[in-house]
């Protein structure tokens, strides 16, 4: 391995991202690297979003060393923080936690015009052409409120995408969606980080989900959240010895 990860954790405790004196995972040992495509799977309630949100930096770690792009987090300077912050997209789970009183394409604009520097009419260009790239621009006008859970759940996908970011979290983005939907989640993924490849702007991609049906295939890593704590399934027959044991398999939603 050469260079630092884009994200390491070393004997890192994660605490739960709304009760920081709660620990659920303990211990947890994980190197994300530039251009991996990982998903991690676990139950409802197993500290998924929790793991994401301390990976990604939103949450402090209950305990053990975490580097964000080479940096240990608790040394890093507020400007050091603001700066991987503007390199890092964060989809929510649910409705991906839009401004409620701004409209879609407000939505969008806000990051670009915060982290990109750019005038009002170039930010609303651009929000609109990545609007228009994920089959939302006839919603531009519209506050998130009248918009499904799905269609909010691409908003905020936009949104994280608005700016150039090196890592892209998407907690549980297949949850309760319907099959074309689920579809379009996966497409829109594998274009995008095969895209970026082609670029030479590697995209690492972190994704959360109750199993691992739908991204095989697609993504490139995968670890779990069960009994063990976090585990990392390194090869085939780990993720296959997986699989064949998870009484859960299919449960979250229709199959794609």
């Known amino acids: 391995m050469s260079g630092p990860a884009e994200i390491e954790l070393i004997g890192v405790d994660i605490s739960h991202e709304d009760a920081p004196e709660v620990v659920l995972l303990h211990d947890v040992h994980w190197r994300i690297e530039t251009g991996d495509w990982w998903v991690v799977s676990g139950g409802p309630a197993s500290g998924?979003?929790?793991?994401l949100s301390t990976v990604a930096g939103l949450s402090p770690a209950a305990g053990g060393e975490l580097r964000i792009f080479g940096r240990e987090v608790v040394e890093a300077t507020e400007q050091q923080q603001v700066e991987w912050r503007r390199h890092i997209g964060f989809v929510f789970e649910g409705g991906g936690c839009?401004?409620?009183?701004?409209?879609?394409?407000?939505?969008?604009?806000?990051?670009?015009?915060?982290?990109?520097?750019?005038?009002?009419s170039e930010a609303r260009e651009r929000a609109e052409d990545l609007l228009a790239l994920a089959g939302l621009r006839g919603y531009a006008s519209l506050p998130p409120s009248r918009l499904g859970t799905a269609l909010q759940r691409r908003v905020g996908l936009v949104r994280?995408?608005?700016v150039p970011v090196r890592v892209l979290f998407v907690d549980n983005p297949l949850a309760g969606l319907a099959p074309s939907d689920a579809r379009w989640w996966?497409?829109?993924?594998?274009d995008l980080t095969a895209q970026r490849a082609e670029c030479n702007e590697p995209l690492t991609v972190v994704a959360s989900s109750f199993d691992f049906d739908d991204w095989l295939g697609?993504?490139?890593r995968f670890a779990v959240i069960g009994e063990r704590g976090f585990q990392r399934l390194d090869d085939p027959e780990a993720i296959a010895a997986y699989r064949e044991g998870n009484p859960s398999r299919g449960q979250g939603r229709p199959s794609v």
């Open 160 to 162: 994280a995408l608005s």
């Open 98 to 120: 839009l401004f409620g009183n701004l409209s879609v394409l407000e939505n969008v604009v806000l990051p670009l015009q915060y982290q990109g520097d750019l005038e009002p």
């Open 186 to 190: 996966l497409e829109f993924l594998s």
């Open 218 to 220: 697609r993504a490139s």
């Open 48 to 51: 998924k979003t929790s793991l």
